[in-house]
């Protein structure tokens, strides 16, 4: 489970640096850079990140600086994704789902169910009513009124953990999941059916390049691409055995995959081939962004960093 080996690399870092973090304002760049971040995204030109203890960060500045949102008590935050630049979802542990109105300064708690014990990793909206919410042990919700009522669903025969929920086209959706499971829909969600997964190790993500390909990446950096939104799959060559644990598509086309161990892989062929960028990072990186002046920003445990043109 994605959550599973990134706690595992950073929990140390995370415990230290949030009994230091203020309730709410401004972060000290040395607390920033002691933070966990799990996900980030852009509401417009905010950036967006979430992590550890159920802290969520703004930063309105390309991560020059940052601040503290209000955010109601929560545990660990895994995934967080805006449909616009002011409505915004975060999930986590719990199966907590926390929503936005504001472009992330405040948020108010919508769903929780601690006692199933099942932390929730990925979350997709197809418009301001309609979204869906996967996570460990099968774990699937689903809203069709933004998210006054969440409503649980079984989608799959067995309990393995679902990591991401993408969308992949119209009305297509894909599920990636635990031990190659695939899932797809091509009815927004309606009715979802398995696909034949390409190997059995677990998929983490999927993100779609500029020609509508789909690649999905997990274990071991392995790497696969879909021309077909998500009905067949080829392997990509991977220069990387390191799990790759997020994917974000640059706005001039570039593929990236991001993972264990400083992995930052770029792909400028819509996900054909691969290349190493050096990160000068040994831990996880958990998401890249771009940033300001052609730079990177990388997110992982040591808060959101940039990368210049050129830095090793």
Same mark, same amino acid.
């Given at each position: 489970m994605r959550l599973a080996i990134a706690a595992a690399t950073l929990v140390a870092a995370a415990a230290f640096a949030t009994e230091f973090? &203020?309730? @709410? !304002? &401004?972060? =000290? &760049?040395?607390t920033m850079q002691r933070l966990l971040v799990v996900d980030v995204a852009r509401a417009g030109n905010r950036l967006v990140a979430v992590g550890d203890r159920g802290y969520i960060v703004t930063s309105d500045d390309n991560g020059a600086t940052w601040k503290r949102a209000k955010v109601p008590a929560s545990p660990l935050l895994t995934s967080v994704r805006f449909i616009d630049e002011k409505r915004g979802s975060a999930v986590g542990h719990d199966s907590i789902i926390l929503a936005t109105a504001d472009a992330g300064e405040t948020w108010t708690k919508q769903f929780s169910a601690a006692d199933e014990q099942r932390p929730l990793l990925g979350v997709h909206f197809l418009d301001a009513k309609r979204g869906y919410a996967v996570g460990a042990y099968g774990a699937f919700y689903e809203t069709t009124d933004g998210g006054a009522k969440w409503s649980a669903r079984k989608v799959l025969a067995d309990d393995k953990h679902l990591n991401a929920i993408v969308a992949a086209g119209?009305?297509?959706?894909?599920i990636f999941g635990e031990a190659g499971t695939l899932l797809r829909s091509a009815d927004a !969600? @309606?009715?979802?059916? *398995?696909?034949? *997964?390409?190997?059995k190790g677990s998929f983490f993500g999927g993100v779609v390049a500029k020609d509508g390909a789909l690649v *999905?990446? !997990?274990? $071991? !950096? $392995?790497?696969? $691409? =879909? +021309?077909? *939104?998500g009905k067949t799959w080829t392997q990509v060559p991977s220069v990387s055995e390191f799990t790759l644990m997020n994917g974000t598509l640059l706005?001039?086309?570039?593929?990236?995959? +991001?993972g264990a161990a400083g992995t930052v892989l770029a792909s400028r062929d819509n996900g054909q081939t691969f290349a190493a960028v050096p990160s000068g990072r040994r831990g996880m990186i958990s998401k890249a962004l771009p940033g300001a002046n052609d730079s990177l920003l990388l997110a992982g445990d040591s808060g959101v960093r940039e990368l210049r043109p050129g830095q090793k």
């Open positions: 973090l &203020p309730e @709410a !304002g &401004p972060l =000290s &760049p040395t119209k009305d297509t959706l894909v !969600g @309606a009715t979802w059916q *398995a696909v034949a *997964a390409p190997y *999905a990446f !997990g274990l $071991r !950096g $392995r790497i696969y $691409r =879909s +021309t077909d *939104a706005p001039d086309g570039t593929v990236m995959l +991001t």
